[in-house]
C-alpha cells in the first residue's frame, strides 16, 4: 500500500532519509539534480520550506506491506512551479529506497498524485523532463499517459558518466 | 564601461548593432519596457525605479566578477543607441547551457524592426555563448506571432520543443515553443 504524506520536519528518521537522498550521487544523477550535503537543520529548513510554498505540493511516499505493517518512507514526490493561471504543474519523483523494486510503488505514487493533488489544485497539464537514458521513469511516465512534448539534445553533462544526455519534456493533459 | 571576468572579450559588434555589458545607466529605460510588455514576459508584477535599483545593486553588479555568473546580460545597441537589452539567463555551467533573453524598447517592437535586429542580436549573443565556453543555446518563445521565429530559423536554431497550452496570455491558453542551438565548443 501507498500513502502520500505530508513530510514532518520534526521526524529525525525522515529527515536523515532525506538528507541521506539529497548527497546519493548517483539518484541526484539519475533525476539532474547536483548532489549536496546538507545538515540535519539544513535538511529540516528545506523540508519546511518547500512543504509551506504555495507553488509546490510536497509529500513523501510511505509504504507499507499489508495494514499493520510498519510504514517506510522511501521517496518523494511533488507538483513544482505550479502555475494557477495556465493550470500547469512539473512534477518530481525519486525513490530514494531501491530496496523494494518492483512493487509499482512510483506508478502508484504517480497515479495518487494525479488523482488527488493535480485534482485539488485544478491542474490541468502535468509535465515532467527525464533523461533519455533513465528507461525506468520514462516507461512509468508513458504508462500514465504522459506523452513526448520535447526533445532536448546534450541538455544534461552527467559527471558520472562523463557525458552528455538528451532529456525529453513529458506532458499530460488532465481533460 | 563593466565588464564580466568570465568574458575575455567585451563588446561584440554585428554591422550597425553591438552588445555591451548592461549598463547601470540604463536600468531604468529597460524597467520601463519591462513594464510596458509585462503581458509577454514572464514577470508578475511591474517594477518600480526602487525595486530595480535593488537588482542592479545586489544581483547584476554582482555577475560582473563571477567566475560562473548565472546571467550575462548586454545592452543591446543600433549606431550606438540603446535599443534593447537581453542576453543568456539560466546558465548551467555543468551542462554548459544557457537560455537566451531579448527585449526590444517597447516603440521598436515591430514587426520589420524586429526581425532584423533579431537576427543581429542572435549572431551576437551566439558569440557571447561561445566565448563563455559553452555548448548550447535555447530559447523559449509564446507560440503567438510566427514572424517572431524567423530570425531563429536563419541562424541555424531548430525546434526541440513544441509544448502544448503551457501558458496564459490574454485568458488564452497559448503553447510555447522551445528552440536550440549547438556550439563549436570543444
Known amino acids: ?175 | 564601461m563593466s565588464f564580466y571576468k568570465v568574458l575575455n572579450k567585451q563588446v561584440f559588434s554585428s554591422g550597425e548593432y553591438s552588445i555591451v555589458p548592461v549598463r547601470m545607466a540604463d536600468r531604468y529605460v529597460i524597467m520601463q519596457w519591462r513594464n510596458e510588455q509585462i503581458d509577454i514576459l514572464r514577470q508578475k508584477e511591474h517594477l518600480t525605479k526602487e525595486k530595480q535599483d535593488l537588482y542592479f545593486k545586489t544581483v547584476i553588479t554582482k555577475l560582473f566578477v563571477k567566475k560562473n555568473p548565472e546571467q550575462l546580460i548586454f545592452s543591446f545597441l543600433h549606431k550606438g543607441k540603446l535599443v534593447g537589452y537581453g542576453g543568456l539567463v539560466h546558465i548551467d555551467w555543468n551542462s554548459k547551457h544557457a537560455e537566451i533573453s531579448f527585449l526590444l524598447s517597447s516603440n521598436l517592437n515591430y514587426k520589420e524592426y524586429y526581425l532584423n535586429s533579431f537576427k543581429e542580436f542572435l549572431k551576437m549573443i551566439v558569440n557571447v555563448a561561445e566565448n563563455a565556453s559553452l555548448f548550447k543555446v535555447y530559447t523559449f518563445g509564446y507560440d503567438i506571432m510566427d514572424y517572431r521565429f524567423r530570425p531563429l530559423y536563419s541562424n541555424g536554431f531548430h525546434l526541440e520543443a513544441y509544448l502544448h497550452e503551457h501558458v496564459l496570455l490574454n485568458s488564452e491558453k497559448k503553447a510555447v515553443r522551445i528552440y536550440s542551438k549547438l556550439l563549436n565548443n570543444d
Open chain 1, 1 to 175: 500500500m501507498i500513502d502520500l504524506l505530508n513530510i514532518s520536519h520534526d521526524n529525525s528518521d525522515q529527515l536523515e532519509k532525506i538528507m541521506n537522498w539529497k548527497s546519493n550521487e548517483i539518484l541526484c544523477d539519475n533525476i539532474m539534480a547536483e548532489p549536496v550535503s546538507l545538515t540535519f537543520q539544513e535538511t529540516k529548513d528545506w523540508v519546511q520550506k518547500n512543504s509551506t510554498d504555495k507553488n509546490q505540493e510536497l509529500k513523501g511516499i510511505f509504504y507499507r506491506e499489508k495494514a499493520n505493517d510498519p510504514v517506510i518512507f522511501l521517496g518523494v514526490i511533488r507538483l513544482m512551479f505550479i502555475d494557477d493561471n495556465a493550470n500547469t504543474a512539473e512534477v518530481g519523483l525519486y525513490i530514494g529506497d531501491s530496496s523494494l523494486r518492483g512493487k509499482k510503488i512510483g506508478k502508484n505514487a504517480l497515479k495518487q498524485l494525479i488523482e488527488v493533488y493535480a485534482k485539488e489544485r485544478n491542474i490541468n497539464k502535468l509535465h515532467a523532463r527525464i533523461r533519455v537514458s533513465n528507461n525506468v521513469s520514462l516507461k512509468l511516465f508513458r504508462s500514465l499517459n504522459f506523452t513526448q512534448e520535447g526533445f532536448l539534445k546534450n541538455h544534461y553533462y552527467s559527471k558520472l558518466d562523463k557525458t552528455f544526455d538528451d532529456v525529453i519534456l513529458m506532458a499530460r493533459f488532465m481533460s
